[in-house]
């Protein structure tokens, strides 16, 4: 067996350990029975998984190697644990989603088959994909939006050699605009998909009340297309159809991917958080110039900002699926662009005023 196989095992191994860890925990944190149970299934099956993986490295004549959690699997947990299961799920399916794309077909297009037919996670991708986004990944954007354009202005003025007192000021003023700006733009964004998810709904209601028919067959389609077969399709939907009020939920939930009590979420609960979130991400590189100044000031400015990014990228890597060195480098990468070339853009403004 030659290493690139070995390592690919590895490699799957590693995956399967990791899921199988991470749904045990989230099968204890879950707050019903229903989906306990849901998560417990994924994990015994990502455990036979990571299983067939070590017969694979065995047969190969290669060591099983001690596993452990990752650190994103590590802190997917904690987050899980502080701010409930349902903020992570959909950054979990999403991974669940990546590592079984690289899980099936290596880099070398080799291809591997599981022992078991593993589903992807149903019972809470339908559940979460309505909710008002991504909550963990609006939290990283938000942060990285008020982080790199905070530091691109801080470093603009300190380029131009403007005074301290000035960077301070510049960057608290374009902490609080953008926040404004950015919580505004939220509420108008959360709150004009709620008006759609209404009009449509109401649309239904309609339809539902002048041509049940037409929703019959709407909802027999949507079932036959879940695998049910024209007897069973028809059988629910007559079920559904004797509550003209589930029948227009399930209708909505279907049809439109979206809770009828969240319809996406609260506007001002949107509007709220991307203040916070942007305020806390464009507070980095402004907060050395409140206790030192010069030279010190800037040098510390670039500390916090990349202890900033690393912070953003590892979130980043939470719900990309890629490696946490890869979505840390490449998010300094970008972010030293923009900073470097507001910092020159900065010099020659501020050598051209000053003649």
Not at 87 to 107: C, E, G, I, K, Q
């Amino acid at each position: 067996m030659n290493t690139a196989a070995v390592r690919r095992y590895q490699r799957n191994l590693r995956t399967e350990h990791d899921n199988a860890v991470l749904y045990e925990r989230l099968a204890e944190l879950a707050g019903s029975d229903r989906l306990a149970r849901a998560y417990q299934r994924i994990a015994a099956i990502e455990s036979s998984n990571a299983e067939f993986w070590a017969q694979r490295l065995r047969a190969a004549g290669a060591m099983v190697p001690l596993q452990r959690p990752g650190v994103r699997v590590r802190l997917l947990i904690w987050l899980a644990g502080r701010f409930g299961v349902g903020f992570v799920m959909p950054s979990v399916v999403r991974l669940n989603h990546a590592d079984h794309a690289a899980t099936l077909v290596d880099r070398s297009g080799h291809t591997d088959h599981f022992p078991l037919d593993e589903p992807i996670p149903s019972p809470v991708s339908g559940r979460h994909r309505s909710e008002s986004g991504n909550t963990l990944r609006a939290s990283v954007l938000g942060a990285n939006d008020g982080l790199v354009s905070n530091a691109s202005l801080v470093m603009g003025m300190a380029g131009a050699a403007t005074p301290d007192h000035a960077i301070l000021l510049a960057g608290a003023a374009g902490l609080v605009a953008g926040a404004f700006s950015m919580s505004l733009g939220e509420w108008l964004s959360v709150n004009s998909s709620r008006e759609f998810y209404q009009a449509q709904i109401t649309e239904r209601a309609e339809r539902l009340a002048v041509a049940p028919d037409d929703t019959r067959r709407q909802l027999a389609a949507i079932y036959r297309g879940k695998g049910l077969d024209d007897t069973a399709s028809e059988q629910v939907v007559g079920q559904l159809l004797d509550t003209p009020r589930m029948a227009l939920d399930m209708l909505v939930r279907e049809d439109l991917g979206v809770d009828p009590a969240e319809l996406g979420g609260s506007a001002y609960a949107a509007a709220m958080s991307s203040f916070v979130l942007f305020s806390c991400g464009a507070l980095f590189p402004v907060l050395p110039y409140l206790f030192c100044g010069g030279s010190r000031a800037l040098l510390a400015s670039l500390g916090c900002t990349l202890a900033g990014l690393a912070l953003i990228g590892i979130g980043t890597s939470l719900f990309t699926g890629r490696s946490l060195l890869f979505s840390i480098g490449r998010q300094l990468l970008i972010t030293a662009a923009a900073v470097l070339a507001t910092f020159l853009v900065g010099h020659l403004l501020g050598t051209v005023v000053r003649g």
